[in-house]
T-cell receptor, first 111, second 115 residues
Framework: DAKTTQPNSMESNEEEPVHLPCNHS???????IHWYRQLPSQGPEYVIH???SNVNNRMASLAIAEDRKSSTLILHRATLRDAAVYYC????????????FGTGTKLQVIP | DTGVSQDPRHKITKRGQNVTFRCDPI?????LYWYRQTLGQGPEFLTY????????KSRLLSDRFSAERPKGSFSTLEIQRTEQGDSAMYLC?????????????FGEGSRLTVL
C-alpha cells in the first residue's frame, strides 16, 4: 500500500487559516487522496477527497500538487471545534478496500 | 437513521473472559469494516464485509477474534479469552459502495478494558 507522511502535530490560532500537509511520494495513478479527522472520544469522520484537481466543500479545501506526490488540507478559519487528529490516506480503485490509517496530525487550536 | 451505532460503548472485563461487540451500520450500506485503535495510534484495519461475505481479515485478527455479519445487516465482533493487550477502542464503519470515491461512516466505537 502506498504510504503517507504527516507531521505529528501542528498549532493554529483560532480564526486563522490552517494548512495541513501530507506527503505521498509513492502514490499511484489510481489512488484517491482522502482526509478524515477524529475528534476526541469519537470515531473518525470524513472531511474531503480528491484525485487530481483541487476540491472544495463546506468543511475544507484540498490542494493537490501537480505531480500528486503531496497534498494540503486547508481549513479556512480554524475554530476550537477543529481541534482533532487529521488523517491523510490513499485509497485506490480496487474492488474493495483495506483502509489503513497512519498516526495523523494532531491539530491544536489556540483561542 | 442517524448513523453507525455500536454497542456497548464501554466494556470492562477480566482477562480470560469473552466479549462481543455489535455494530449496526447505516441502512442499505453493503460494506462494513471493523478497526481497532489503541491510544495515540490511528485505526488499524481488522476485517471487511461486503453484504454477508467476509472478504478480508487482517493478520491482527488472531484466532481468538471472530466477526460475523449473518444477514448482511448488523455485525458482531467476538473476542474469546481476552488478554490485556486486547484493550483498545473497537470501531465499526460502513459505506454504501467503493470508498475510494466516497466515504466511510464511523460509529463512536466500543472501548474495551481488560483487567
Amino acid at each position: 500500500d502506498a504510504k503517507t507522511t504527516q507531521p505529528n502535530s501542528m498549532e493554529s490560532n483560532e480564526e486563522e487559516p490552517v494548512h495541513l500537509p501530507c506527503n505521498h511520494s509513492t502514490i499511484s495513478g489510481t489512488d484517491y487522496i482522502h482526509w478524515y479527522r477524529q475528534l476526541p472520544s469519537q470515531g473518525p469522520e470524513y472531511v474531503i477527497h480528491g484525485l487530481t484537481s483541487n476540491v472544495n466543500n463546506r468543511m475544507a479545501s484540498l490542494a493537490i500538487a501537480e505531480d500528486r506526490k503531496s497534498s494540503t488540507l486547508i481549513l479556512h478559519r480554524a475554530t476550537l471545534r477543529d481541534a482533532a487528529v487529521y488523517y491523510c490516506i490513499l485509497l485506490n480503485s480496487g474492488g474493495y478496500q483495506k483502509v489503513t490509517f497512519g498516526t495523523g496530525t494532531k491539530l491544536q487550536v489556540i483561542p | 437513521d442517524t448513523g453507525v451505532s455500536q454497542d456497548p460503548r464501554h466494556k470492562i472485563t477480566k482477562r480470560g473472559q469473552n466479549v462481543t461487540f455489535r455494530c449496526d451500520p447505516i441502512s442499505e450500506h453493503n460494506r462494513l469494516y471493523w478497526y481497532r485503535q489503541t491510544l495515540g495510534q490511528g485505526p488499524e484495519f481488522l476485517t471487511y464485509f461486503q453484504n454477508e461475505a467476509q472478504l478480508e481479515k487482517s493478520r491482527l485478527l488472531s484466532d481468538r477474534f471472530s466477526a460475523e455479519r449473518p444477514k448482511g445487516s448488523f455485525s458482531t465482533l467476538e473476542i474469546q479469552r481476552t488478554e490485556q493487550g486486547d484493550s483498545a477502542m473497537y470501531l465499526c464503519a460502513s459505506s454504501p459502495g467503493q470508498v475510494n470515491t466516497g466515504e466511510l461512516f464511523f460509529g463512536e466505537g466500543s472501548r474495551l478494558t481488560v483487567l
